[in-house]
């Protein structure tokens, strides 16, 4: 049974939609930029299964509400902390993918007591670029979404998928292309200005880093320089760009409800199935090597 809610988060209200049990551990799930909760529709059959799901659109984005920009990530995280304070839950289960891994980071450095346990897809602790943002920034404050849609799409995906995904391409193009420009600002500003690598080795929550061996936008370096830095992380990769949990659903799914159900009390997860494949722990790599 699906359930729709807004729920104020203070100076803002949060379109949250929840499937699954109402019996089962929640597990909350935050958008990347510039997508809306739907982002997350290939993951719902698998992961409904034994939580229950609460998608929200992160401020500035979808139904959400568009407040004055710019935003950090830490705003973000608070929104995270509101939303679990108004639905009554104490503890839950989170994944993040881009700059929703980053909001996960944030809250588990700051509200750790809060979570059982963090995903975090195709992100970074720092991401640099700063004239790229600002560029970026002036464009869609300039003359909407469409100027930077085509381009920004295209690197959520590999070209083997971009090709030959027509409808799927066609209808991120359409949810991208619907984000209110001063939200999409506002949150491009908080990616940009986030810098989580000095204090993530504190993070004390069970962590899996899920990385896309072609992503260019957060690339692999990234996820192996958290993985570095927060004990126990493990690493998983897969053979796709940034937007893993579309292009690679399979093999994201089976890698998610795997280290759920290992963190949750069932059997240990040696390794991941559907095509990932488990990284060790490496050493700390240069967070904007490669960054784009």
Request: with cysteine; aromatic share 6%.
């Amino acid at each position: 049974m699906q359930t729709q809610k807004t729920i104020d988060v203070g100076d803002a209200a949060l379109r949250v939609v929840i499937d699954g049990s109402q019996d089962a551990p929640v597990l909350l799930l935050s958008n990347s930029l510039g997508t809306t909760l739907e982002m997350w529709d290939p993951q719902m059959p698998a992961l409904t299964r034994d939580f229950r799901v609460v998608r929200y659109d992160t401020r500035g984005h979808g139904s959400s509400s568009v407040t004055p920009g710019p935003y950090t990530i830490a705003r973000l995280g608070r929104d995270a902390v509101a939303l679990l304070d108004a639905l009554d839950v104490e503890r839950a289960h989170f994944a993040g993918v881009s700059m929703g891994g980053m909001t996960g980071m944030w809250l588990a450095m700051h509200a750790g007591t809060r979570l059982h346990s963090l995903i975090v897809a195709c992100s970074s602790a720092h991401i640099g670029g700063e004239d790229g943002w600002n560029a970026r920034i002036r464009a869609v404050q300039a003359g909407g979404m469409s100027p930077v849609v085509d381009a920004v799409v295209s690197r959520w995906f590999t070209e083997a998928y971009f090709c030959a995904a027509g409808d799927a391409i066609a209808h991120l193009k359409t949810m991208l292309g619907g984000i209110d420009p001063q939200g999409y600002a506002a949150a491009c500003a908080a990616v940009r200005d986030m810098n989580l690598l000095p204090e993530i080795e504190r993070i004390a929550t069970p962590t899996l880093v899920i990385g896309g061996t072609q992503d260019l936008a957060t690339p692999l370096a990234m996820s192996e320089a958290i993985v570095a830095r927060i004990k126990g992380a493990r690493l998983v990769t897969v053979p796709g760009a940034h937007l893993s949990n579309i292009e690679c659903a399979e093999a994201f799914n089976a890698a998610a409800t795997a280290f759920l159900s290992d963190v949750s009390g069932g059997a240990r997860a040696e390794r991941f199935i559907g095509g990932g494949s488990v990284r060790p722990p490496s050493r700390p790599h240069d967070p904007e090597a490669g960054a784009t």
